[in-house]
């Protein structure tokens, strides 16, 4: 048995295998964000025996890593050393903390993601922050959809920028004329920023999705910080544009800690009212049928360019654009359907 941790830093990822009896396997250790693509493929070079360990703060390889075949795990705060203050617990850390304890790990599943098994959890700490919600709604600082009362939509796309896909979601806009909403992780911004700047380019808007797609709950308040402010600077670096007045939280993740601290940034807190789960490797048709099912005038439509393979969702957005186009829709910036609202923003990049 072969144990893989995969940890995330400023720069990219690092991997350390140990074997069953605690021994190093060389392998090559260190990537690029932008190389992302090779760490996964020497993982699929150790054979069936490996077992592939993240922990919460890194849900941006876990997708890739399933859909290539890998049998990924997560371990818990509770397995291991306190993380700094950008970055995960080292590589061999995880990989040790598998190593003695195994049966601690929780085996991640592809339809559910990097929080399988806390989605109980999620849902309570989500309930337990509608008060906070409603108070920062209420001075336009958290927002789901936009006016019922206006037949327009907004496409948004999280986790890139990733190439192929960020490319191809780019060219079905242009070819259609239509803007959109990207919510893009820092880890990624750096190494693909001629998307960012094409983004920026056609007209696009650019929001912040944190470095490393965390779960937000188990974050300290200097450690969202360091998320959130380096992941707007490297936006604004790679785009030539400013610093994103969007934020998005990964999964949605919330307490009321959490939104406190988030209601102390300049931006506001964007989710969505329509969420086709095309993250979970469903068919273009379904995803665009379920959207097609649950949209109403100012919903804001959750889709994935990065994260995985989005071939899915790259093949389901002409069906999507076409069918509400038909009906009557216009396609808005998820910023100017918050100046419709009577919400204002600025420096959606």
């Known amino acids: 048995m072969l144990y893989a941790g995969v940890s995330w830093h400023a720069g990219g990822y690092q991997l350390a295998v140990v074997g069953q009896d605690g021994l190093r396997v ?17 993982l699929g070079k150790l054979g069936d025996a490996l077992t592939v360990v993240v922990e919460s703060t890194n849900g941006t390889l876990d997708g890739r ?5 890998l049998r990924v795990h997560r371990a818990d705060p509770w397995m291991l050393p306190d993380r700094p203050l950008l970055g ?7 990989a040790r903390a598998s190593l003695r304890q195994a049966t601690g790990l929780v085996p991640l599943e592809a339809h559910r993601g990097t929080q399988t098994g806390r989605e109980g959890e999620l849902a309570a700490w989500i309930e337990s922050s509608a008060a906070a919600e409603r108070e920062l709604t209420a001075v336009g600082r958290f927002f789901s959809h936009g006016s019922r009362d206006r037949r327009q939509v907004a496409l948004t796309f999280d986790d890139g920028p990733l190439p192929p896909y960020t490319g191809r979601i780019l060219d079905i806009l242009e070819r259609y004329g239509i ?3 990207f919510f893009c992780v820092g880890i990624n911004a750096g190494g693909f920023a001629e998307d ?26 200097p450690q969202l910080a360091e998320q959130i402010n380096r992941t707007a600077e490297a936006i604004a670096e790679a785009s030539g544009g400013g610093a994103p007045g969007l934020f998005r939280p990964p ?8 939104m406190g601290w988030l209601s102390e940034f300049d931006a506001t807190t964007v989710l969505w009212d329509v969420a086709p789960d095309d993250w979970a490797l469903r068919r273009a048709e379904t995803i665009a049928r379920d959207v097609l099912a649950d949209v109403r005038p100012g919903s804001v439509i959750l889709l994935h360019d990065g994260g995985g393979d989005r ?39």
């Open 26 to 42: 060389p392998v090559p250790d260190a990537y690029p964000s932008h190389r992302a693509g090779e760490l996964i493929a020497e």
């Open 65 to 69: 890593m399933m859909a290539a075949g």
């Open 88 to 94: 995960s617990v080292p590589a061999e850390e995880l």
């Open 179 to 181: 803007p959109a909403t």
């Open 196 to 221: 960012l700047t094409r983004m920026r380019e056609q007209g696009h808007a650019i929001g912040n999705h944190t470095w490393s797609h965390p779960f937000l709950p188990e974050l300290s308040r």
């Open 251 to 258: 999964y949605g993740s919330r307490t009321p800690q959490v």
């Open 311 to 349: 071939t899915p969702t790259v093949e389901s957005l002409p069906l999507i654009i076409e069918g509400l186009l038909e009906r009557g829709y216009e396609f808005v910036r998820v910023d100017d359907m918050l100046t419709h609202t009577g919400s204002g923003l600025a420096g959606a990049a």
